[in-house]
């Protein structure tokens, strides 16, 4: 379909407009040049893409960092690790050092250990040779750039790290597709159906919209241990599974599927439950895919409730065994950080592949 | 099948099948041999009530109920969560939260902590939602421009609204920790170290920040649709009459603005009154009661204390306050509307 053209465009003939990339950098507010309003836009937005994404960006530059890194005060920018070298007749590899000899010459030597502030150093070309004594401020550590996996490989390793992510994949994909199924068949009866009691079943539904869990933890706690699901999996997908907002959304959304649809339908003789899974879920397909993406996100950024119905370590979600970990009296930041970043990596992802359905379904719907 | 197909107006289309769709149709298809004895016996409007059941008894078990149950807990007391061991009170619960000498000094009150978090969470939600409202606008204005690369910033500040209020307070805690990057730049230009999340004060200023930093693009999207709503007619309409930039914000952006800063208003403080997930890694209420909030209040005196009779009296106080909150959004959100 062919686009509407602004009167604007069209009065000024093509040839005139300025072309090329510096012209399409500078075709603004409908005019051809730079204004001091604009020029503040580029700046507040520049300033706020830094300040918006610095935090994170420092994380997982901080991810690959050596544990030694990671203590270094002031901190490098990018993730340095020390050089080391394989020396015959040692077991583990030596760190290699720059060391200023007395005689003013720099040499390039290997550690073999060190006693308060003296450093015992050999050379790695022939280390049968007699060992440099040396303060350890004469000597410079060698360092190189690496993007190592170490930090996540030994994080991997010594956390339950998968067992969490499973966890909350299957929590994830449990809840959302309960989520799905059961606020789409409520929405249903609430839309196509003629019924005594109908209104206010919804105007319950609405008025709890504004119920946030913080206000009925104790008692929806009482349940979950009633009913057994205290360290179970299953109490932390099912209540949550009927969102007042899925029903909401899902309900308005199905009002504009027509009515004459479901009676010819009936009229062929197809059952209720045909209609309402081979006709209605299809068409509101859009909205699906909204509380789809919603119910991810909620399910995986998920914390109080998970807090407190999940106390044994392996049913820990992923957020719940971060805070876990980040608690510890001795902080271990070289596994704590990759850790994050595997955590936030999903959503990430999940993010740049559909950032314009989520944005234009908040925008639409208002809801998060 | 077909005839199903034939029957339906050209006008509406149906997605073509996906093997996703497939998938989910052969497993949704199977429900059909529940389904179809019921409609037979009940007939097809009374189907309504069997669509309605899965949803309903979650919602009753887990929300409607429990809703109800915290009246209960809220007027008994005992350390024991089950109802049988828990002898009736009547409003004691309540009448200790509110024993204060001074309502002006939380030290002088019986709960003093609970009267912390309530002045704590009172200037959060106002200094947080200040934050909130004037960046996300400024932030929305400048996207609603003809700028280069507008999808990539409106990205940019849209991105911390997905990451998880964990992840969130780790990302801060190392930027803030005694020896991080801040503490680094700091001490790089010349200052002194600062113990940001060891000092009351600017752990409070650092938990609204970083608050308003996480929440912020949320905002900013929906101050953006308003601002698209706003018919461009009345601009150029302005422009005869002699507006400039600023009158134009004025007296065109800002008045049209008003129901959808007022929604923004709303949630954002709905929201922040319930704050608690980035609080309770970042600090745990820490220093002190620097940062201990109303919720982290409800949490450790019910699951940690075990003292769930106060614990729900709390709850009880803050669904009060949301009721409040939410009446008056709507009375408020008419009166808009009307003008």
């Known amino acids: 379909m062919a686009q509407p053209v602004s009167s604007k465009t069209y009065s000024r003939p093509y040839a005139e407009q300025p072309r090329g990339v510096l012209a399409f950098l500078t075709r603004l507010q409908g005019g051809t040049r730079f204004t001091t309003t604009d020029i503040f836009t580029y700046l507040y937005l520049i300033v706020g893409t830094f300040v918006m994404f610095a935090p994170v960006l420092w994380l997982v530059l901080s991810s690959f960092k050596s544990e030694r890194g990671l203590v270094e005060f002031p901190p490098t920018l990018l993730p340095y690790w ?47 040779a007699e060992p440099v004594q040396v303060n350890i401020n004469q000597r410079q550590a060698v360092r190189y750039v690496n993007f190592s996996l170490q930090n996540y490989q030994e994080a991997i390793q010594k956390f339950p790290f998968l067992t969490y992510l499973g966890n909350s994949v299957v929590v994830t994909v449990a809840a959302t597709v309960v989520t799905l199924l059961i606020n789409s068949m409520a929405a249903f009866g609430l839309s196509k159906y003629q019924f005594r009691g109908r209104d206010t079943i919804f105007l319950i539904i609405l008025s709890t919209l504004m119920v946030p869990v913080s206000v ?63 006709i209605v879920l299809p068409l509101a397909a859009p909205a699906l895919a909204v509380l789809a993406i919603f119910s991810v996100m909620w ?13 044994r370590t392996e049913l820990f979600t992923l957020q719940v065994g971060l805070n876990a970990f980040q608690g510890d009296l001795n902080v271990q930041w070289h596994y704590i950080l990759p850790m994050t970043v595997l955590t936030l990596l999903p959503i990430t992802v999940v993010f740049a592949f559909l950032q314009r359905y989520i944005t234009t379904g908040i925008a639409t719907t208002g809801l998060k | 099948m077909t005839t199903l197909r034939e029957t339906i107006p050209d006008s509406i289309e149906i997605p073509r099948p996906n093997p996703i769709s497939r998938l989910l149709t052969a497993v949704l298809g ?41 009246f209960y807990y809220g007027f008994t007391a005992g350390d024991s969560i089950l109802l049988g061991n828990r002898r009736f009170i009547g409003t004691d619960n309540i009448a200790k939260l509110l024993d204060c000498a001074s309502i002006f000094d939380p030290s002088t009150c019986n709960q003093d902590r609970f009267w912390r978090g309530v002045g704590n969470t009172g200037l959060f939600v106002v200094t947080e939602v200040a934050l909130i409202v004037v960046f996300g606008l400024i932030t929305a204005l400048a996207l609603n421009r003809k700028i280069f690369g507008r999808g990539f910033f409106r990205s940019v500040f849209f991105y911390p609204v997905l990451l998880s209020p964990v992840v969130v307070a780790l990302i801060w805690k190392w930027l803030l920790q005694q020896d991080g990057l801040l503490n680094a730049i700091i001490i790089g230009a010349g200052g002194t170290r600062v113990p940001f999340l060891l000092d009351g004060g600017w752990a409070q200023f650092w938990v609204i920040v ?3 930093w996480a929440q912020m693009g949320f905002f900013t999207l929906i101050l953006l649709a308003g601002l698209q709503s706003i018919p461009p007619d009345l601009y150029e309409a302005g422009q005869i009459d002699g507006t400039n930039p600023l009158t134009s914000f004025r007296f065109i952006t800002l008045p049209l603005l008003m129901p959808t800063m007022f929604v923004v208003l709303v949630l954002s403080v709905i929201r922040a009154v319930q704050i608690f997930d980035h609080v309770y890694v970042l600090t745990n209420g820490g ?13 450790t005196t019910a699951f940690q204390n075990r003292n769930y009779g106060l614990a729900a009296a709390a709850s009880l106080l803050l669904a009060l306050v949301l009721m409040i909150l939410t009446v008056f959004q709507l009375r408020l959100g008419r009166r808009v509307d009307a003008a």
């Open chain 1, 299 to 311: 399910r995986w950024n998920d914390f109080l409730w998970p807090l407190i119905v999940l106390s």
């Open chain 1, 82 to 128: 020390q050089q080391t070298v394989e020396v015959e007749g040692y077991d583990q590899p030596l760190e290699l050092y720059d060391v200023t000899l007395e005689d003013g010459t720099v040499k390039r030597l290997a550690q073999v250990a060190r006693v308060g502030i003296m450093a015992r150093l050999i050379d790695p070309a022939n280390p049968e």
């Open chain 1, 216 to 278: 009925i933890l104790i008692p929806a706690f009482l349940v979950i241990n009633e009913v057994g699901w205290v360290n179970n999996l299953m109490g932390v997908i099912i209540p949550g599974a009927a969102t007042p907002t899925g029903v909401f959304l899902l309900r308005q959304y199905m009002l504009t599927i027509p009515d004459e649809l479901l009676e010819s339908a009936r009229i062929d003789g197809a059952t209720e439950w045909r209609i309402y899974w081979q």
């Open chain 2, 210 to 212: 970083i608050g308003a």
């Open chain 2, 287 to 299: 220093p002190g009661s620097a940062t201990l909030y109303i919720v982290q209040y409800i949490y």
């Open chain 2, 30 to 70: 199977v429900f059909d041999y529940v389904f179809e004895p019921l409609e037979k016996r009940f007939g097809f409007q009374r189907m309504a009530y069997i669509f309605l059941l899965p949803n309903m008894l979650i919602f009753g078990i887990f929300i409607l109920l429990p809703m109800l149950l915290n």
